[in-house]
T-cell receptor, first 113, second 111 residues
Framework: DAGVIQSPRHEVTEMGQEVTLRCKPISGHNSLFWYRQTMMRGLELLIYFNNNVPIDDSGMPEDRFSAKMPNASFSTLKIQPSEPRDSAVYFC???????????FGDGTRLSIL | QQPVQSPQAVILREGEDAVINCSSSKALYSVHWYRQKHGEAPVFLMILLKGGEQKGHEKISASFNEKKQQSSLYLTASQLSYSGTYFCGTGELTTGNQFYFGTGTSLTVIP
């Protein structure tokens, strides 16, 4: 079975550029999570969707970050404009139900120069 | 509310046992445990639900004390492959499906 698929695996871009991270959840899963992981702050939940609807975006750091889930099989996390402090590994995870076990994608390692 | 894990780090010799604790200030309905190896994504170990239960997977088991809002992960006869960072994740009763990961515990097993 295909797991959670994230793209790109690595992204290096200059400060001020727009960055779009993509995620395809496991088929049949109705909950999707975006996380950011850094050495300083650990694993942080950014936003959580249930049945394509954002349930809690209180973890989104600021207005430069936005996330969408236009359908059950695709989600994006966008940063515009990007800043060096956004450098981190961004994980997408999906689950069956918000409280179910979460399957993580391999992550996107983002570096903003 | 981010749960607190203890210890922050532990080093074991192969075959030794370890306990990792996860504590929340909020009433919980579920606790998840994950392991993350360096450079990889977190991998699910087990989930414990309110009203349960102690679960086990080979030599790794966990308990959930709802009254104390705590969970513990038990690793017995540790193997080199157990090395990694262990995270608990908690689902809070008061915030519905809100989910928080703990601060993480780095576990290193040496020969």
């Amino acid at each position: 079975d295909a797991g959670v698929i994230q793209s790109p695996r690595h992204e290096v871009t200059e400060m001020g550029q727009e960055v779009t991270l993509r995620c395809k959840p496991i088929s049949g899963h109705n909950s999707l999570f975006w996380y950011r992981q850094t050495m300083m702050r650990g694993l942080e939940l950014l936003i959580y969707f249930n049945n394509n609807v954002p349930i809690d975006d209180s973890g989104m750091p600021e207005d430069r970050f936005s996330a969408k889930m236009p359908n059950a099989s695709f989600s994006t996390l966008k940063i515009q404009p990007s800043e060096p402090r956004d450098s981190a590994v961004y994980f997408c995870a999906s689950s069956l139900g918000g409280g179910g076990l979460q399957h993580f994608g391999d992550g996107t390692r983002l570096s903003i120069l | 509310q981010q749960p607190v894990q203890s210890p922050q780090a532990v080093i074991l010799r192969e075959g030794e046992d370890a306990v990792i604790n996860c504590s929340s200030s909020k009433a919980l309905y579920s606790v998840h445990w994950y392991r993350q190896k360096h450079g990889e994504a977190p991998v699910f170990l087990m989930i414990l639900l309110k009203g349960g239960e102690q679960k086990g997977h080979e030599k790794i088991s966990a308990s959930f004390n709802e009254k104390k809002q705590q969970s513990s992960l038990y690793l017995t006869a540790s193997q080199l492959s157990y090395s990694g960072t262990y995270f608990c994740g908690t689902g809070e009763l008061t915030t519905g499906n809100q989910f928080y990961f703990g601060t993480g515990t780095s576990l290193t097993v040496i020969p």
